[in-house]
């Protein structure tokens, strides 16, 4: 059987350092696919030992032969989440020779404010653009620089905050419909989250060029949660969203994105890097353009949605009350 081995490693930033885990499968499942990481941050408080993130490194490492690499970066400020993911993904699995590991392809992922940073970093390194002047961090700037499009294979996005609790109508949505058409994304969230109501996502998601998933767990909060549960039904629970996590991850990296698109992303050839560049700044700029009023068009929105389909019911009865816990996977 598959099992995992957990070192702590100390990334040098900024004349600081940042904690990290890297979890490595000691063997490789049945016909498990070429080796991929995935990187793993948490919200803005707290630190990568907290909520699911450990939990949803070994499983993945076991079940998936993923590299799971989850790292503790504390700050207020987005960008510097961005900058510290970024020189995480070129320490670890970057071109560079000095990398730990070596992958075909890394998933960038994090919960709450880190999955802001996840979506944000995916598309700078699509674009092939890194901003200049918003850190002094200029080797991590480099380093990213050198990490090519095709490198990103998927976002994970758990419990992503798309508006603060009570402020419906100043959404955090514009990095999500700046996501290039090629990067797919899962949303993994509660719907008892007051940082995300799922009929103002549903709308947004319409409007996204990104091809979108989403997993639902009812009454669950935003630490993924839900209270009152029983034991048992919490275990259920956390083996349930790791398989259907895994079992997204494994189709990302398994050719959701056509190997012939990544093949021209990742040409030497001008022209072409220059056409595709010129097609993802389009497709972003129509995503712009059909962002309308989140409250006048949920269901015009939904009506849209190409499918949607109940996964699973993971608990039966809890005493006394309706059949309330299940999970839904949303498909776009």
């Known amino acids: 059987m598959t099992q995992y081995n957990e070192t702590l490693i100390s990334i040098p930033h900024n004349q600081k350092t940042i904690s990290a885990v890297v979890t490595v499968p000691t063997g490789r499942p049945s016909g498990a696919p070429p080796r991929?990481?995935?990187?793993?941050?948490?919200?803005?408080?707290?630190?990568?030992?907290?909520?699911?993130?450990?939990?949803?490194?070994?499983?993945?490492?076991?079940?998936?032969?993923?590299?799971?690499?989850?790292?503790?970066?504390?700050?207020?400020?987005?960008?510097?989440?961005?900058?510290?993911?970024?020189?995480?993904?070129?320490?670890v699995f970057g071109p560079n020779g000095d990398r730990l590991h070596e992958v075909e392809g890394c998933i960038l992922s994090g919960h709450s404010m880190g999955s802001r940073a996840a979506v944000m970093l995916a598309t700078e390194i699509m674009n092939g653009k890194v901003p200049k002047g918003k850190t002094k961090d200029v080797e991590a700037d480099i380093?990213?620089?050198?990490?090519?499009?095709?490198?990103?294979?998927?976002?994970?996005?758990?419990?992503?905050?798309?508006?603060a609790p009570g402020q419906k109508n100043d959404l955090r949505d514009q990095i999500?419909?700046?996501?290039?058409?090629?990067?797919?994304?899962?949303?993994?969230?509660?719907?008892?989250?007051?940082?995300?109501?799922?009929?103002?996502?549903?709308?947004?998601?319409?409007?996204?060029?990104?091809?979108?998933?989403?997993?639902?767990?009812?009454?669950?909060d935003h630490s993924l949660y839900v209270d009152k549960w029983k034991s048992d039904f919490k275990e259920r629970w956390n083996s349930e969203m790791c398989e259907l996590v895994n079992e997204w991850c494994k189709r990302v990296i398994g050719g959701a994105i056509s190997e012939e698109r990544r093949s021209d992303m990742g040409s030497d050839d001008t022209e072409e890097k220059k056409h595709e560049n010129e097609k993802v700044e389009k497709s972003t700029a129509m995503a712009r353009k059909r962002k309308r009023s989140t409250k006048t068009t949920v269901k015009?929105?939904?009506?849209?949605?190409?499918?949607?389909?109940?996964?699973?019911?993971i608990v039966e009865l809890i005493k006394g009350e309706d059949n309330v816990f299940k999970v839904l996977k949303l498909i776009k």
């Open 36 to 91: 991929f990481g995935i990187i793993l941050t948490h919200g803005a408080s707290g630190n990568s030992e907290r909520g699911k993130l450990p939990l949803l490194c070994r499983y993945l490492a076991v079940e998936g032969g993923f590299i799971a690499v989850r790292f503790t970066f504390i700050s207020p400020r987005l960008e510097h989440r961005v900058v510290a993911m970024r020189k995480v993904l070129a320490h």
């Open 143 to 163: 380093e990213a620089e050198l990490i090519p499009p095709s490198f990103v294979r998927g976002v994970l996005a758990m419990s992503y905050p798309l508006h």
């Open 176 to 220: 999500l419909y700046d996501l290039p058409s090629v990067i797919p994304l899962m949303f993994v969230s509660g719907t008892e989250d007051p940082l995300c109501d799922h009929q103002i996502m549903e709308t947004v998601r319409g409007n996204m060029t990104a091809h979108t998933e989403m997993v639902k767990l009812v009454r669950g």
């Open 300 to 313: 015009k929105a939904a009506a849209k949605r190409k499918k949607v389909m109940s996964l699973t019911t």
